[in-house]
């Protein structure tokens, strides 16, 4: 079975960082692009970061280009999303989920963990 | 960057009603498109992908379709299970991908 399971969030203050992390298990973690996907309270999702197999291509939303960095550790089926000059406006659900891509027929998040809140506040 | 624009925020409807959103790439995107099924506190839910392709396990009453700039998620007989909030998403380049604002669909 296929799961993913984030953890790192909680309570920081703006300005501070945060390391949020996925684990990934059931699936061939290293076979597959990875991304995060947010969601401010009471808002709609917002796509964050992608990550390929291998961690040579990464992007990411405008809005955290510069303060955030997602990164990957294969041989720990892990994936990780460092949050740096944190902002109020970043407070939300932070969700990791898989990208399928070719292997499926270029089906896109299939699977999603059950997300981690981080809330940045004074 | 691309821009997905959603119609209708809220769509109000009964069980049994045939529902459609619709959702609008600022450029062409050609079949570059998801949909995604969200209940309150719970992850999304993959529905359709590459604009037409229903998810394995997804019912058959959901189905969408469009290329380019429009594109639709039909739900043929609402049921109650549908009560939820729809995204559409648009993923033509790893690059960038982005959602559409969400349609609440409610009951009537």
């Known amino acids: 079975e296929v799961q993913l399971v984030e953890s790192g969030g909680g309570l920081v203050q703006p300005g501070g960082s945060l390391r949020v992390s996925c684990a990934g298990s059931?699936?061939?973690?290293?076979?597959?692009?990875m991304s995060w996907v947010r969601q401010a309270p009471g808002k709609g999702l917002e796509w964050v970061a992608n990550i390929k197999q291998d961690g040579d291509e990464k992007y990411y939303v405008d809005s955290v280009k510069g303060r955030f960095t997602i990164s990957r550790d294969n041989a720990k089926n892990s994936l990780y999303l460092q949050m740096n000059s944190l902002r109020a406006e970043d407070t939300a659900v932070y969700y990791c989920?898989?990208?399928?891509?070719?292997?499926?027929?270029?089906?896109?998040?299939?699977?999603w963990g059950q997300g981690t809140l981080v809330t940045v506040s004074s | 960057d691309i821009q997905m624009t959603q119609s209708p925020s809220t769509l109000s409807a009964s069980v049994g009603d045939r529902v459609t959103i619709t959702c609008r790439a600022s450029?062409?995107?050609?079949?570059?498109l998801a949909w995604y099924q969200q209940k309150p506190g719970k992850a999304p839910k993959l529905l359709i992908y590459k604009a037409s392709s229903l998810e394995s396990g997804v019912p058959s009453r959901f189905s969408g379709s469009g290329s380019g700039t429009e594109f639709t998620l039909t739900i043929s007989s609402l049921q109650p299970d549908d009560f939820a909030t729809y995204y559409c998403?648009?993923?033509?380049?790893?690059?960038?991908?982005?959602f559409g604002q969400g349609t609440k669909v409610e009951i009537k």
């Open positions: 989920a898989r990208v399928p891509g070719y292997s499926s027929g270029w089906k896109n998040f299939d699977y």
């Open positions: 998403q648009q993923y033509n380049s790893y690059a960038m991908w982005t």
């Open positions: 450029q062409s995107i050609s079949t570059w």
């Open positions: 059931g699936f061939t973690f290293s076979s597959y692009w």
